[in-house]
């Protein structure tokens, strides 16, 4: 599950206070230590009804919007662990990932060296 405590929203640029908004109506999913452990979509969610209030200034907007950006992009980082799966789907699965991670590797180098070679 794609979760998220308010430390982690303050770690994104977000204040306390803004943290605490973001959080403040939704229920927590479970404890992790002493934060609450909340659904990052259900915060993601709260964040856009957030930005449809006009009466919000311009930077905490900013900071808001900057946020669920950095979110939405966590969630597509993270991938589901493949319980429930045999051995060896499991490590096939592995090898997919792996293999799918390097070629994204391997497409962000020769972007930079394409950009590097731009420069000169």
């Not at 979760?3 to 994104?12: A, G, I, P, S």
């Not at 930077?59 to 808001?64: G, I, K, N, Y």
């Not at 992009?73 to 799966?85: S, V, Y």
Request: aromatic content about 4%; overall charge neutral.
């Amino acid at each position: 599950m794609k979760t998220v405590t308010r430390k982690q929203l303050k770690d994104l640029g977000a204040s306390q206070y803004q943290a605490e908004l973001m959080t403040k109506s939704l229920t927590p999913l479970c404890r992790q230590g002493r934060a609450n452990v909340y659904d990052l979509f259900a915060v993601s969610d709260r964040i856009r009804i957030l930005l449809e209030n006009s009466r919000i200034k311009a930077a905490t907007r900013d900071v808001l919007q900057e946020v669920r950006w950095e979110l939405l992009a966590l969630a597509e980082q993270i991938q589901d662990a493949p319980f429930g799966m045999s051995v060896l789907d499991q490590i096939e699965e592995a090898d997919s990932l792996h293999q799918r991670s390097e070629d994204l590797f391997a497409q962000a180098k020769a972007r930079a060296d394409q950009l590097r070679g731009a420069r000169t």
